[in-house]
């Protein structure tokens, strides 16, 4: 079975400065996707970053960029320039193409001004 | 597109009533998927669809449970007889297997079972 660890249950940052949100899973696939997504108060679960593990390189998104390790089974997520509407929890998943989508428990992520 | 629409927002019943949850799922979209969110057990899928079939259930809880697919834009989810353990945050979802694979989800209901 899959799963997806996230090891930081609660995590912080100043405003502006960078942190990095930890991900493992766990898997014998070789084709699979990973994604962070972003879950603020309102509860709207929002994607910050998709990778597919078929590629080398890190996925970007502006401010948003990936450390993924495929055999070391790590997808690190890290934030630059952290923005208060960065505080939100972060959700780490892992998906077989096709099939469902598995979660990590999740981290809380606080930016102070 | 107005995204996956889920309905109520918020609900609020007494143990043992019947609640039904639904949703609409992206247009054009073939899998629909039914997490429930709790701050214990986090984020669980609890069934999913492939063209309107249910592939795995395995994660509902009991046969309290059930959802249907009766057409591609509905989906419901029913719990009866309801119980305060099944307060949580009720998260309908859709992706296109053939388009990209991430999974875009509704604005969930909260369900509080008293």
């Known amino acids: 079975a899959q799963t997806v660890t996230q090891s930081q249950p609660e995590m912080s940052v100043q405003e502006a400065e960078t942190v990095t949100l930890s991900c493992t899973y766990d898997t014998s696939e070789s084709d699979y996707y990973l994604f962070w997504y972003k879950q603020p108060p309102s509860r709207q679960m929002i994607l910050v970053i998709r990778?597919?593990?078929?590629?080398?390189q890190n996925a970007t998104e502006n401010r948003f960029s990936v450390n993924f390790q495929k055999a070391a089974k790590s997808f690190s997520l890290k934030i630059s320039d952290s923005q208060l509407g960065d505080a939100a929890m972060y959700f780490c998943?892992?998906?077989?193409?096709?099939?469902?989508?598995?979660f990590g428990a999740g981290t809380r992520l606080t930016v102070k001004p | 597109d107005a995204g996956v629409i889920q309905s109520p927002r918020h609900e609020v019943t007494e143990m043992g009533q019947e609640v039904t949850l639904r949703c609409k799922p992206i247009s054009g979209h073939d899998y629909l998927f039914w997490y429930r969110q709790t701050m214990m057990r986090g984020l669980e899928l609890l069934i999913y669809?492939?063209?309107?079939?249910?592939?795995?259930d395995s994660g509902m809880p009991e046969d309290r449970f059930s959802a249907k697919m009766p057409n591609a834009s509905f989906s419901t989810l029913k719990i009866q007889p309801s119980e305060p353990r099944d307060s949580a945050v009720y998260f309908c979802?859709?992706?296109?297997?053939?388009?990209?694979?991430?999974?875009?989800f509704g604005q969930g209901t909260r369900l509080t079972v008293v």
């Open positions: 998943a892992y998906k077989l193409p096709a099939l469902d989508m598995r």
């Open positions: 669809f492939n063209n309107n079939v249910p592939i795995d």
């Open positions: 979802a859709s992706s296109s297997g053939t388009l990209g694979t991430e999974a875009f």
């Open positions: 990778q597919e593990a078929y590629k080398q």
